[in-house]
């Protein structure tokens, strides 16, 4: 009897060992616990600012590649993703807030002349170039239009020598402009036949011998290609050397003066005072014997209250210092700037008129403490009529 209890107790602990481990194999296994999400790595506002200025450092250059386009754009699109308050910190070798966030006017009203369909005369307009939307606009622009009225069978187009700017109207604007070699280029593949180029640089300086020398390697490419005088003409030996395009150029843009500052002649603006200062680029090159051409230009004209000065100080005399010095010796207390260069682009805004640049200009004048008064005015010459009409004579010169 012992012997049956004992046995029927052992297999009640056998069922009840059997329950529990057929219960715990129905039992789900516990899900390995997901690994953590790795934490993205966050760029400081300052460091996306410098990505972006990175961008725009490597289209502020001189050369056009085959990744020019894409860096254009991606430039852009990375500028327009900061913030406003990271835009403020862009800074690089060349970048900086203003090279896309300042507003120089409406792209639109520009035309980059870069169409196909050119036929066989082509008249090529070749400018500097300039980033101020409404200088394109009004001096540039106006140079062409007043060209193509004047030479309605023939094609008017455009190209820019520095590559630097045409890759900042692009990357900001989305406006394609031709450098020279595109222009050219395209000028082959329309088949044109007959090819005047009217450069609207100021001399026979840098540029212009850049100019000539791009257009040397498609002589056996087009039929006839010819070159029109600068706006100044034929340089000439000396300082007293002058010419009728010198004289044209002169009696326009202080009659633009004149008129703007409500003066009827110079000798008015004497009497009250008033002495007006053209600023030129200045050059290095031999040609900067021009802007003391002009000089004598202005003297022989009776515009003794008219002084010419230049942004890189060559000509010597034309050096800002010099010519505040001469204009204060004169006895003016009253002082009108005003751009003597085709267009009213950076250094007519910048280096000339801005009060918040101690080495503008018109900030220099000031500091001086010589003049009772210092004033700007921003227009290029290239939206003077009769700035326009001296490049129609050059084009018709050569056109026959």
Not at 109 to 126: H, M, Q, T
Not at 374 to 389: F, K, N, S
Request: net charge negative; aromatic share 6%; glycine share 6%.
């Amino acid at each position: 009897m012992k012997a049956a209890k004992r046995i029927l107790s052992i297999l009640l602990i056998l069922s009840m060992l059997f329950a529990l481990t057929a219960c715990g194999k129905n039992e789900p296994e516990p899900e390995p616990e997901p690994e953590p999400e790795p934490v993205p790595e966050t760029k400081s506002d300052q460091e996306l600012a410098d990505e972006v200025a990175a961008l725009i450092d490597a289209i502020y250059v001189q050369e056009r590649t085959a990744q020019t386009d894409a860096q254009c754009a991606a430039a852009k699109a990375a500028w327009d993703a900061l913030t406003d308050a990271q835009k403020e910190l862009v800074e690089g070798e060349e970048a900086d807030p203003d090279y896309f966030g300042r507003d120089t006017g409406d792209a639109s009203k520009d035309d980059p002349r870069n169409a196909d369909n050119i036929g066989k005369n082509e008249l090529l307009v070749v400018s500097f170039g300039t980033s101020f939307n409404d200088s394109r606009a009004k001096d540039i622009k106006g140079i062409e239009d007043a060209l193509q009225a004047a030479f309605p069978d023939w094609s008017v187009r455009r190209a820019f020598t520095a590559q630097i700017i045409i890759n900042h109207v692009q990357a900001r604007d989305g406006e394609k402009i031709d450098n020279m070699d595109q222009a050219l280029e395209r000028a082959v593949k329309n088949g044109v036949e007959n090819l005047v180029i009217q450069p609207t640089h100021l001399m026979h300086g840098a540029e212009y011998d850049e100019l000539v020398e791009a257009v040397e390697k498609y002589q056996d490419k087009i039929a006839n290609i010819v070159v029109a005088e600068p706006l100044l003409g034929e340089v000439g030996s000396d300082a007293s050397v002058i010419n009728d395009d010198k004289k044209a150029v002169a009696v326009a843009v202080t009659a633009a003066a004149l008129k703007l500052a409500g003066f009827n002649d110079t000798k008015a603006a004497a009497d009250a005072g008033t002495a007006f200062v053209f600023m030129g680029h200045g050059t290095s090159h031999t040609a900067k014997v021009s802007y003391s051409q002009m000089q004598t230009q202005m003297n022989k004209l009776g515009y003794t209250n008219v002084f010419i000065g230049t942004v890189e100080g060559e000509p010597e005399e034309t050096e800002v210092e010099n010519v505040i010095e001469a204009v204060a010796a004169a006895g003016y207390t009253k002082v009108i700037l005003r751009p003597l260069m085709v267009v009213a682009g950076d250094h007519a805004n910048n280096d000339m008129a801005d009060p918040e640049d101690e080495e503008s200009w018109y900030s220099m004048f000031v500091a001086s403490g010589k003049f009772e008064s210092v004033t700007c005015q921003i227009e290029g010459l290239g939206r003077l009529e009769d700035i326009e009409a001296l490049y129609v004579a050059h084009t018709k010169a050569v056109i026959g």
